[in-house]
């Protein structure tokens, strides 16, 4: 079945950068359709950040979109996260997952809390 | 983009039925026929549990059911278990983004 886990620091500092990793096992990230991250600030609901096509097409939450890109390497069979000029805002527990289309997500990863702080 | 609008908590007893509703605009939820609803429980993942405003994803119980009248969006639990007892969110998807509700608490009595 479809598996996904995040990795990446658990600690970032303020105005650095946010840098994950979503590892897919047991399906092909070229098979898409579309992969993507969630966050979840402690406490609150969700927010999309954004999502990438198996083609390479990217699609970005219009309030995050300055600060965020998606990619794709399927020599690896993941996908990444880069999230520049972090601050405390930005401390949440942060999804990945496929997007079956139509911005429904029908796998998910466990999620991985990154706290921003100093 | 605005989150789309749902009641903070939701109650009912253990057979019951309850519904939870999801109000957008005509630029999300009433646009499109792609609403999804999640539940989550604590320190969990979501799980997807509606899409496409109706459809159950395999191995979904049929008592979860969604529905979509204008720009409001609902999702209906019936016979109602103590294992429901979660957060619910709804989800649409824009021409710029999906967006989510800010979540219903159900406590299942």
């Known amino acids: 079945q479809v598996q996904l886990q995040e990795s990446g620091p658990a600690l970032v500092k303020p105005s650095e950068t946010l840098s994950l990793t979503c590892a897919v096992s047991g399906y092909s990230v070229s098979s898409g359709p579309y992969w993507g991250w969630i966050r979840q600030p402690p406490g609150k609901g969700l927010e999309w950040i954004g999502s990438?096509?198996?083609?390479?097409?990217?699609y970005y939450n219009p309030s995050l979109k300055s600060r965020v890109a998606i990619s794709l390497d399927k020599s690896k069979n993941q996908f990444s996260l880069k999230f520049i000029s972090v601050t405390a805002a930005d401390t949440a527990v942060y999804f990945c997952?496929?997007?079956?289309?139509?911005?429904?997500?029908?796998?998910w990863g466990q999620g991985t809390l990154v706290t921003v702080s100093s | 983009q605005s989150a789309l609008t749902q009641p903070a908590s939701v109650s009912g007893s253990p057979g019951q039925s309850i519904t939870i509703s999801c109000t957008g605009t005509s630029s999300d939820v009433g646009g499109y026929n792609y609403v999804s609803w999640y539940q989550q429980h604590p320190g969990k993942a979501p799980k997807l549990i509606i899409y496409d405003v109706t459809n159950r994803p395999s191995g979904v119980s049929d008592r979860f059911s969604g529905s979509k009248s204008g720009n409001t969006a609902s999702l209906t639990i019936s016979g109602l278990q103590a294992e429901d007892e979660a957060a619910y969110y709804c989800g649409s998807f824009t021409l710029d983004a999906v967006i989510f509700g800010g979540g219903t608490k159900l406590t299942v009595l």
């Open positions: 990438m096509s198996q083609s390479g097409a990217t």
């Open positions: 997952a496929r997007d079956r289309g139509g911005g429904s997500s029908d796998h």
